[in-house]
């Protein structure tokens, strides 16, 4: 089986800043991974050299069968891959609905367009001609995850999308990422909110100082959370 992603031994740096150190990661299709580890660790760089927003100087990316040798944006919606970013990042002066059309912009043709995504969250169809940050955290949430499946990915990375939230808000996108995976897109989940990963994820890497350093299984149950706080608890 061909893995959506495989980073392997990727070395990434912020100008002179080293933040990546060997990193290996793997998500194969239809697998939903969690991504854990405390603040600083490199989870979000790890985002960003996928997407060509930090810089790879060592080591491979693979979307698929195809080498990333210059990571771009528009490379990795082409390979299958699309992000919801930490911070959400809503265009303040788009509407709900343009919005989500710039999640097509550059992505793939597939099951995923406008009326499917209302149908999905039908509160973004109510708002849909108002301006994306006018809506709540939780819909704004819902609009990222919308913007990320118009690119009909195969894969869809998530920086902490519970930030910030409330936990029923919280218990609403843990439903919608099952529903999500469910239709066969894979996962790949950054997140503190362990309780959050417990029920989505089936497997996790824990980061610490820019590698992994720990993987194994997740089952929705507390041993498997009190296993996880280990690796973000400071
Ligand atoms: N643009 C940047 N330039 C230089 N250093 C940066 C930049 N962005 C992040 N860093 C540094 O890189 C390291 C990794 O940051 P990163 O954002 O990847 O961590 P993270 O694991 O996502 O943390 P968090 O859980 O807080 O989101 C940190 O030491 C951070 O200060
Ligand atoms: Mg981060």
């Not at 993987?215 to 706080?229: A, I, R």
């Amino acid at each position: 089986m061909t893995a959506l992603l495989k980073l392997d031994q990727v070395n990434a740096f912020y100008g002179a800043a080293h933040i990546l150190h060997d990193l290996c990661l793997t998500v194969n299709p239809g697998e939903r991974v969690a991504l854990i580890g405390r603040n600083g660790v490199g989870k979000t760089t790890a985002v960003n050299t996928i997407f060509g927003l930090a810089s790879l100087r060592g080591g491979q990316i693979h979307l698929g069968n195809h080498a990333l040798k210059k990571p771009r944006p528009y490379l990795a919606a082409q390979h299958g891959v699309a992000a919801v970013p930490q911070g959400r990042r809503i265009v303040a002066n788009l509407t709900v609905e343009e919005n989500l059309l710039l999640g097509a912009a550059v992505g793939r043709k597939g099951p995923w367009n406008v009326p499917e995504i209302y149908k999905l969250f039908p509160i973004l169809q109510e708002r849909a001609h108002t301006p994306g940050t006018s809506l709540s955290g939780g819909q704004q949430q819902m609009l990222a995850v919308g913007r990320a499946l118009m690119a009909n990915p195969s894969l869809i990375l998530l920086d902490e999308p519970a930030e910030g939230l409330a936990p029923v808000i919280v218990d609403q996108l843990a439903l919608i990422f099952k529903q999500v995976a469910d239709q066969g897109t894979a996962l790949l989940l950054i997140e503190q909110n362990l309780s959050l990963v417990v029920r989505v994820a089936e497997r996790y890497c824990a980061m610490a100082k820019g590698s992994v350093v720990a993987e194994g299984p997740v089952e929705n149950t507390q041993h498997s959370l009190e296993d996880l706080q280990t690796h973000v608890m400071v």
